[in-house]
Structure formats: C-alpha cells, structure tokens
C-alpha cells in the first residue's frame, strides 16, 4: 500500500489537494473551473472519458456513435496543467484520515474531496432482474442494446426464412409467415418482435419512442420475410402518467405522440417480475425477447464507506454548502447527494443541470475557503425540462411555459448540442441529426459482436 500527495514536496510549495472522484458532468465542471486556482487536482473516474448521458439512448438505438457523445479526459484536461487524470476505481473514503483508497489498495490524502460518482441501475431489492432486463448507465449498456435490438430481427428473419424455406413470403398482417411449422413458431416469431420498456421518465419515453422508430420506419423495408412495422412495444409505468416529473398535460401528451408510432403506453402498472422469457405486467405474462430498464436509480456504493447519513437511493444528505454532516471539507454532488431544493419542495433531481451547477458552486466554496471568505448557500436555478419522443416531437417546460412539437424538438436539439464537449462532437451530431430528420434513417445500425 503507497500513500501518495502530489505534487512531490521536491517539486516547489506544496498547494492544496482536490481529489474528485467522478469525470461526470459535476467532476468535469468542479475540475475545469478550478483552472486558474492555486490547487491541485487529481480527478479519478474507472472510465478514461467523460460520458454526455442525455444521449446514451441514442447510441444504444443506433443514431449516434459512442465518439459522438463520449470524450477522452486526458483530452479535455490537456492543456490544463493543474489536473491530474487517474483510471481507477475508489474502494473507500477514509474522512477522518482525510484519504481515500483505491482498490488496489494505494491510498490519496486530500485537503478538499469532491464526490461526484453518479448512480446506477436501481431493480428495487431484485438485482436477479438485472440479467434479463439491462439498464443503460454507460457505453457498454448502450452497445449491448443496440447489439440485442439488431440482433433481434435478424434472429426473426433468420427463423422465417427457415420456417419459409426458399418461398419468399412477406409475413402477413399479423407479421407472421403466411406458411409456419406450428403456433410454437409463431410463439417464439412474437416473443422475438415484443420490446418492453420498464419506467416511463424521460429515458423510457425516449427509448420506446427511438425503438418503434426503428421497427416501423428504419426497417420496414429492409427485410424479406418479417414485417419489422407488426413489432410491438410496450412502455410500462407505475405512475398515473408517464414523465411524472413534468406536468400531467405534457405526460399526456408524450403518450397520444408515442401511442401514433404505435407504442402500447401502460400507466398505473406494476412489473412484478423479469424473466428469461418475459416479464409480469401486474398479473399479465407478457412474452418478450427483450426488457429494457429505466425504472429507478440507485447511488455508488462508495457513499457508504462515507459513515454520514444516506437516504433511502443511497444518496449522501448534504446541507446548504453541500456537505455531508461533519466534513465541510467534503463535496457531494450530481446523483451522489440528497440535496433539497431551496425553493421548496424535495431533493433536487438527479439531471445534468443540477450537476453543472453544483459543480460551478463547488468550485467557489472551494476558492472561497482559499480566501477564507464566506459564501452564500447553493441555490438551483431551474432552467425547465425537456424530453424528446422520436424524430421531430418533444415535450419541455420551461417556468410556465409548457411545449410540444417541432418547436419543443428544436429546443431539444440545441441545448444537447450546446452542452456536448468538444467542437468536433456537435458538428458531427448537428449533421447526423439533419440526415436522420431528412432520410428518417440510423447511421450506426452495426452489430459488432458475432454471438447471436
């Protein structure tokens, strides 16, 4: 075990130490903010890039490349001489010790800490389901899907054809072969053509939207026996309106949207279990070769080793300045932290903006404390919402001002832009989305691993 500071004390007046744990959208902000400050850092994430999560979905349904939304941290922090980049994983946080451990068992001591390890998949006490139902947090959840999406008609054309044999039928309006070997064929061809999406927020509405998108438009004329249009998807969620973060106008309207691309949206619902081959809607067996999860997140495991008190989604309780009880020395932010909304009402939520802007707090308290001079506690400035639902529809609130349609999509579409890193992502994204709007066609619908 190696206890390090940085930078060596043979290497000038030793400045103080920032470790951040996370190269999310808060480490990010926390690290590049700090870039005129007397400090130094050292920012730790277990990936080697930063992730844009709002468009992870795109990736996993085939309208963007992992390059388009994802960027090497060591290119970011290039010419920032002052950070120190590090692929790792922490195993512990020793706040009394003012340390944390790597994995490995190498130990940091740190003058300020700052969390910002973001969250995971939450199955709600059933972590078996996760087998059969992948969330979509990362890169790899995000080609994993893709490849299972694909995959999945092929394996469908691939069975009619044998089914078929050399008579080359377009399936019937049912989607089913005009001549089959039994109604265990046709069991199987309409598991294969059944996608469920479980949680209805702004990740379920996008993927189930992007989903019916593919089988009903991309496809629809790429195959010789299945029909991808008959393909049935079904958005399932437990709240009595999907986006239950939004109005329930806007919720209503992201449902008539998704209902028209011939999504079966199913509110008030609960999945009681997720199998192999299907999943239980209430006390409905539904047959599907793919589950998808975006019902619930739950924080790092990492906070634990904190010993300050965690919520009930593992979160960190902060207060005002973002500290956990008795380590004001000690940042939580973004989907680690259980930080109420001044304005009234609960804790703030676990999106981007909220991130950003407690990144940027962070980064004052920190040069605030350098000058040993106060600060005002950390209000959320609410910009609104947004979430979009396929080619050209959204939804957004923005303070009173509820939108929909084209003009809500544009906002939609501009505000990504603007929030990706790097100049070459956004003009190469800017372009995509013009070719896919005009063509109403997917660029990246490649199946990279040759297990079908």
């Given at each position: ?14 400045k103080p130490h920032v470790v951040i744990i996370g190269g999310g959208f808060g480490g990010l902000t926390v690290a590049r903010n700090l870039r005129r400050a007397p400090v130094n850092v ?411």
């Open positions: 075990m190696v206890s390090h500071n940085w930078p060596p004390q043979n290497q000038g007046a030793k050292t920012l730790i994430d277990k990936a080697n890039h930063h992730l844009f999560q709002p468009l992870l979905y795109q990736v996993a349904t085939a309208s963007l490349s992992p390059g388009h939304i994802a960027m090497p941290l060591r290119a970011i922090f290039r010419g920032q001489k002052n950070v120190r980049v590090l692929m790792n994983r922490v195993g512990e946080i020793r706040a009394a010790e003012k340390k944390i451990r790597l994995v490995s068992g190498d130990e940091f001591a740190y003058d300020y800490l700052v969390i910002a390890t973001g969250a995971r998949h939450s199955y709600f006490a059933h972590p078996e389901w996760e087998k059969n139902a992948p969330g979509l947090k990362s890169l790899a959840d995000a080609l994993r899907i893709r490849q299972k999406i694909l995959a999945t008609f092929e394996k469908a054309e691939a069975m009619l054809a044998v089914l078929q044999g050399n008579d080359w039928v377009r399936g019937g309006a049912d989607g089913l072969p005009a001549r089959t070997v039994g109604r265990e064929d046709d069991a199987e061809l309409r598991k294969l053509l059944t996608f469920v999406v479980v949680g209805g927020g702004p990740t379920g509405v996008e993927m189930a939207g992007a989903i019916a998108e593919i089988a009903h438009h991309t496809l629809k004329k790429e195959f010789r026996g299945i029909d991808p249009r008959t393909t049935r998807i079904i958005l399932v969620e437990g709240g009595e309106h999907l986006l239950m973060a939004f109005p329930g106008s806007l919720g209503e309207n992201a449902r008539r949207v998704l209902e028209k691309l011939g999504v079966e949206v199913r509110t008030g619902a609960v999945v009681k279990s997720v199998m192999y081959d299907g999943v239980y809607i209430d006390d409905e067996f539904v047959s599907a070769a793919n589950v998808f999860w975006a019902a619930g997140n739950t924080a790092s495991t990492l906070l634990k080793t904190l010993g300050t008190p965690l919520d009930r989604a593992g979160r960190a309780v902060v207060n005002a300045q973002l500290a956990p009880e008795n380590f004001p020395e000690i940042s939580v932010i973004g989907d680690a932290a259980h930080c109420l909304d001044s304005a009234g009402g609960g804790p703030l939520p676990g999106v981007a903006p909220v991130a950003i802007q407690q990144g940027q707090y962070v980064a004052k308290k920190i040069l605030a404390n350098l000058r040993s001079s106060k600060l005002t506690d950390f209000h959320y400035w609410d910009k609104g919402s947004m979430a979009t639902i396929g080619r050209g529809r959204a939804v957004a609130k923005v303070g009173r001002l509820h939108l929909t349609g084209f003009i809500a999509w544009l906002m939609w579409s501009l505000i990504h832009v603007l929030y990706l890193v790097g100049f070459r992502n956004r003009f190469a994204v800017m372009i995509l989305w013009m070719y896919s709007y005009i063509t109403n066609s997917r660029a990246v619908r490649l199946i990279t691993s040759d297990d079908l």
